[in-house]
């Protein structure tokens, strides 16, 4: 095409976009400058998701550059895309600054810097911005709430998460989507009250899915709550959709493993661990198992029963078993910046595929994560070859 315009161009990078092309996508959009043509706001704001996709914030901040230069800084459609390209990017400063020099604010706006700031644990600044929000009479809706209660979850704020959701409905007489169900699923489970979190499933007024009913067995594993698992189980195993009973089979904690959860609890050397993941703990009690072989003979340094059972059942569920094997599935795991619950989980049970992965893990896939479907796939990869020779 000899006439080609700038709409023209706009459509070719929105769909290289679209079908994930992103490398193309910012190619056509390099032939945009020369061809002699002014990309206008449609372009810049197709090409910061580009920008975010391949991780190339320096070339994002050339184009922001342009957006000034052009005036098309202050479109807030435009800024908000840049917003979105610095706060996945895990660029909150520069973010911070550009929502702050920003003349014109939408509810798009302040979720993007919400999210964001909650996703990395940042609860303060979250609600802070929150705040801003309020007091620019900018309506709150249910994304913005997801991105608080993500907060809560990722820093701990139980009371605080409890409280929030109690608005959402009350005060804002919103109601809730499974997202909401889900994040406040995991607040719980991250804070170990499982009970509290079954509880809450089951006063729902909906049925919970996949990615609710998954957060808590997977913490039931994790934690050792054999008894809460198998009643979890329970409900998934009456589920006719293949993807529960898939999940059912890989957190599976029923036949020897059907004693009281509380008898396998491990003294204060287990507490010196940052990770639960069963081929970690594992090595430190048969560490301590030799040191009590080695002590035998006197009484004090018996090995109990409830030592024996511990060590039977981390052993009989550590994927990785030398140390080498388990220091590569931890240096992997880290590369993703994970939050340690998500770790721990990855490790038990070390999924084969990127849709049991998110399954399991459901919020590796939360709103303002910049962990893709191809980084998950890389990382089970790299887990793969570590088993293969383990």
Sequence with gaps: MSDKDIIVWNSMILGCACDEDFDLA?????????SGLKPNSITLISIFPVCTKLGTVKQGKVVHGYAIRSSLGIVVSVVNSLLDMYCKCRYLDLGAKVFDQMSEKNVVTCNTVISAHGIQGQAQQAFSFFDMMKAADIKPNKVTFLGLL?????????????????????????????EHYSCMVDLLCRAGQLGDAFNFIKMMPVEPDLNVLGSLIGSCRAHYKVDLANLVGT??????????????????????????????KIGDEFLKAKCLMNCEVALILERKYEQLQHMADDPMNQVSQVFEKSLQYVKRFSRYKNPDAVRQAREILSRYQLAEFELCVLGNLSPETVEEAIAIVPSMKS???????????????DLSMIKKFD
């Design 26 to 34: 910012f190619r056509i959009f390099r032939g945009v400058w020369h």
């Design 150 to 178: 993500s907060a809560c979850s990722h820093s701990g704020l139980i009371d605080k998460g409890w409280s929030l959701y109690s608005t959402v409905i009350d005060d804002f007489r919103l109601q809730p989507d499974m």
């Design 235 to 264: 409900i998934i195993s009456q589920r006719k959709n293949h993807r529960f009973r898939l999940i059912l089979r890989a957190f599976s904690m029923s036949g020897e493993e059907e004693e009281n959860a509380a008898e396998l």
């Design 367 to 381: 709103r303002g994560r910049t962990l893709d479907e191809e980084a998950i796939e890389k990382m089970l990869n």
